[in-house]
């Protein structure tokens, strides 16, 4: 989803982040160590605090309780940056979280493709262990620059109506800048924000990690 226009340029001093409660788990609608000292700290949006990011016009969900944020800065070529998170069908390879991918369509990620995926969701104090099933719909793509997608993740005892998750990729000095934010909803995971932010974030922070050991080994951490 995790299953979340152009970024704006963004303060990059550390912003203070939630303190763990849950164990790491790409419970990201999408799907341990910190971030890059080049790039911003991550931070738990304030619930109805709309960002100013967008793709094609729309961002995540401006209204949704949960939502989290972070950027990061990955020492490589945009289009390996780009490739490496678009083509969807390769996420397992580098991404030990998503543990299935399924296209529903073919042909290159675009507007309106949708993709199924799986990935565990850790126990929590007031629902179980379980495997999330995501159904991902493409709202908004634009080459190079960002990719919205949304849609609900459903697990045995837990269920998230839906996700919303941007991305965004600004080329700076050193590699490039991705930022991303996701929003949740659903009576299940509103019953306990804090917890659901908390798992969301871990998620989130898991996901741009795996993206920039990738992307900076296949082009030996060369940004251009």
């Not at 000292?37 to 109805?48: C, N």
């Not at 780009?82 to 083509?87: E, I, K, S, V, Y």
């Not at 969701?121 to 262990?129: I, K």
């Amino acid at each position: 989803m995790s299953g979340n226009g152009p970024s704006t340029a963004r303060d990059q001093q550390p912003r203070p982040r939630p303190r763990a409660r849950l164990r790491a788990a790409a419970v990201t609608l999408a799907l341990a160590g910190a971030l890059a000292v080049t790039a911003p700290a991550a931070r738990a949006a304030d619930p109805g605090t709309a960002s100013a990011s967008r793709c094609g016009g729309r961002g995540v969900d401006p209204a949704a309780l949960i939502r989290y944020e972070s950027d990061i800065v990955i020492k490589a070529p945009l289009h390996t940056v780009w490739t490496l998170q678009t083509d969807v069908e390769g996420w397992p390879s580098w991404q030990p979280p998503v543990t299935t991918m399924e296209r529903l369509d073919p042909g290159r990620l675009r507007k309106g493709s949708r993709f199924r995926w799986t990935t565990p969701a850790p126990a929590t104090p007031s629902t179980p262990a379980t495997t999330l099933e995501i159904t991902s719909a493409v709202q908004r793509l634009r080459d190079r620059d960002c990719v919205l997608w949304k849609g609900p993740a459903i697990g045995e005892g837990l269920r998230i109506d839906e996700g919303v998750h941007l991305w965004t990729f600004r080329e700076v000095r050193g590699g490039v800048l991705v930022h991303t934010e996701e929003t949740w909803t659903g009576d299940q995971v509103e019953a306990d924000v804090p917890t659901a932010t908390e798992a969301l974030g871990q998620g989130l922070e898991a996901w741009l990690r795996d993206l920039k050991a990738t992307a900076e080994a296949r082009s030996g951490g060369c940004p251009h």
